[in-house]
């Protein structure tokens, strides 16, 4: 299976909630990126988290790393109707050129 | 600046011919990488390059996939003999270097149909 296994597979919220999403990946990593795709083009990075940090804030997105789970969660706090998209995190491994994506999480923010 | 841009952005080709797909990556981005999802799909690696050299071909399909990088800019994704199977979004990205450090940059791909 892939390095990146997102959880869940699909979420609904409505419009103003948090949104959660996880991904568990299998081996050592140099970091940790979350990118968004919308109806199925071009991926959009969002934010990378290096193997050393724990946290990391961007406006409404606040991801976490937990090396010892090898896991991360993304949140989206007050969603909003444009958050609507896929989200992927793609994990890399030291010394490697390889970005391993994940399934990805379907959100759907209702207005 | 420009982004990194594909074509086309929509093929249809009947089974069994050859396609040619196109990527132009940000100027000055020295690492590629070519992807496929299919629908509903994560992303599926399938080659990278640094500069002209391709250092790891082995994400490609089949020996009916190939690629090259001309100049360090420019890359083409050829498909011979297409299949249905072959059907799907075709990604490419660029980053500055092919190295953890980077973010990667993607273009609005290119969505093959073998009919």
């Known amino acids: 299976s892939q390095q990146g296994e997102e959880d869940p597979q699909a979420l609904s919220i409505q419009e103003g909630e948090n949104a959660t999403m996880n991904c568990s990946y299998k081996t050592s990593i140099n970091n940790l990126q979350w990118y968004r795709q919308n109806s199925g083009r071009g991926l959009v990075h969002l934010i990378l988290i290096r193997s050393n940090e724990r946290e990391k804030h961007s406006g409404r997105l606040r991801v976490t790393l937990d090396t010892s789970k090898k896991s991360s969660s993304l949140l989206i706090t007050a969603s909003r109707a444009a958050d609507t998209a896929s989200y992927f995190c793609a994990t890399v491994s030291s010394g490697t050129y390889k970005y391993i994506f994940g399934t990805g999480t379907r959100l759907k923010v209702l207005a | 600046g420009a982004g990194v841009s594909q074509s086309p952005s929509n093929k249809v080709t009947e089974k069994g011919k050859d396609v040619e797909l196109r990527c132009d990556p940000i100027?000055?981005?020295?690492?590629l990488y070519w992807y496929r999802q299919s629908l509903g799909q994560g992303l599926e690696f399938l080659i990278y390059f640094q500069g002209n050299s391709a250092p790891d071909k082995s994400g490609l399909p089949s020996d009916r996939f190939s690629a090259e990088r001309t100049g360090g800019s420019v890359s083409t994704l050829t498909i011979q003999r297409t299949q249905q199977e072959d059907s799907a979004v075709y990604l490419c990205a660029s980053s500055p270097e092919a190295l953890a450090a980077y973010e990667q940059y993607f273009g609005p791909g290119t969505r093959l149909t073998v009919t």
């Open positions: 100027s000055g981005h020295t690492a």
